[in-house]
């Protein structure tokens, strides 16, 4: 008898075994929403938005979320799983216009080439969001639109002080252009007819886009669903000093915004001659470095998207990126289109990295260029917990037939 109920206990016990391992198997081999090899997002990466009372602007997919502020053309972005992107979150913001003359030739921006400037924070902005559905009422797209307005009156007047040359204290405000009268330091008006507009998408499914004059493609580009948001950047009727002048837009970097200084992040430039290593903290000595954009086949045509990383500096794992088109499209007065190369600059000043795009003088006309930011999928630096309330629901099933038939042979030994 006592060997019967020993027998019937070790049967019990293989039991609970077999299905408990049956369902930890099931748990192991279930796909979650970012394994697979479609190249699509499925219906869970739907793209949302939705506005707090103070403007801001949140879009978040299953797998990005991106702060939009309400003030300033800035972005910042983490992983979804990350809540509110304590682990690591990174900044886009765009900052700064300049106007000036390349008189190196070197094709980009340096400071000692400034002719005049405008902070985008001296600007009202109007932020505009909402989504494209298709026939069965599901988000394609969600897009957020900042529009330049008029001057504004509550704007950081000092932060570009120690970095713009030709800009101090003194009253040296020779490089601001302006065409007011009273305090000249701090009057932007010469730009008021500026037209100036960021317009941001975010896709459910891979986006494949077209860079295009007068009808003719002359690149193509990618923009990945749910973890990437590309932005068109357009600017018009922009007021050049010289009609030999180039544009520059400030693209101010920075890799560590996150809550928790459990992690720490460098960029990762990737050029032609290697990849070149950079951290916010630093403070380079040469102001505008000429990024070299990148030949991956070195077929002597450089590659259309060139690319920036956000690097674990720990791990050396990339979680995010910033992508910009080397080329972007002009529009003349008299509507006629042209291709035209985009060349970028760049230091780090101990606070961000500063990037500045170059686009060549378009005399009345237009620019239209697309930069994107974005997220590497399946690399969050968040661990979701495995306690016994984490486990799926279809291991709870499993222990719950697991439950009776450990009953129904209990009770049969015990009739027996």
């Known amino acids: 008898m006592k060997g019967r109920t020993l027998l019937g206990k070790a049967l019990l ?80 913001s765009y900052m700064m216009i300049v106007e000036f003359e390349d008189s190196n030739g070197d094709g980009v921006y340096q400071p000692n080439e400034t002719l005049a400037f405008a902070p985008l924070d001296a600007f009202e902005w109007s932020l505009q969001t909402g989504a494209i559905t298709n026939d069965l009422g599901q988000n394609t797209e969600v897009y957020a639109s900042y529009t330049k307005g008029g001057l504004s009156e509550d704007w950081e007047d000092g932060w570009f002080k120690d970095w713009m040359p030709g800009y101090d204290d003194d009253g040296n405000d020779s490089l601001l252009a302006s065409d007011g009268e009273e305090d000249p330091e701090f009057d932007f008006s010469r ?39 590309k932005i068109d950047i357009e600017i018009g009727n922009f007021p050049f000093l010289s009609n030999t002048s180039s544009v520059a837009v400030l693209n101010y970097l920075r890799e560590d915004v996150a809550s928790s200084g459990e992690y720490d992040y460098h960029f990762i430039l990737h050029e032609e001659s290697g990849d070149d290593e950079h951290d916010s903290s630093e403070v380079m000595d040469h102001l505008g470095d000429r990024f070299e954009d990148h030949d991956e086949n070195d077929d002597g045509i450089d590659d259309v998207v060139q690319e920036l990383s956000f690097v674990d500096a720990t791990t050396d794992v990339t979680r995010g990126f910033y992508r910009w088109l080397d080329t972007a499209v002009m529009t003349m007065l008299n509507g006629s289109e042209a291709i035209v190369d985009v060349s970028a600059s760049y230091w780090t000043d101990g606070n961000a990295l500063l990037l500045f795009f170059a686009y060549p003088n378009f005399d009345g006309g237009s620019i239209l260029h697309d930069p994107s930011l974005g997220l590497i999928e399946g690399e969050s630096p968040y661990t979701p917990p495995m306690g016994l309330l984490d486990l799926p629901i279809e291991t709870y099933a499993l222990i719950g037939i697991a439950v009776i038939l450990i009953a129904s042979v209990s009770l049969i030994i015990k009739r027996r």
């Open 13 to 92: 016990l293989s039991i609970l075994f077999i299905l408990i391992s049956s369902a930890s198997t099931v748990h192991a081999l279930t796909l979650s929403d970012d394994d697979g090899n479609d190249d699509s997002t499925n219906d869970d990466t739907e793209p949302e938005q939705h506005r707090d009372s103070d403007g801001t602007v949140w879009i978040q997919t299953d797998i990005m979320t991106v702060m939009l502020n309400p003030k300033l053309p800035s972005y910042q972005y983490w992983y979804t799983s990350d809540e509110n992107g304590s682990l690591s979150r990174f900044l886009v």
């Open 191 to 229: 730009f008021k007819f500026m037209t100036l507009q960021f317009y941001g998408h975010i896709f459910m499914d891979n986006y494949n886009g077209t860079v295009t004059a007068n009808e003719e493609i002359k690149a193509n580009y990618t923009v990945l669903g749910g973890v990437e948001l």
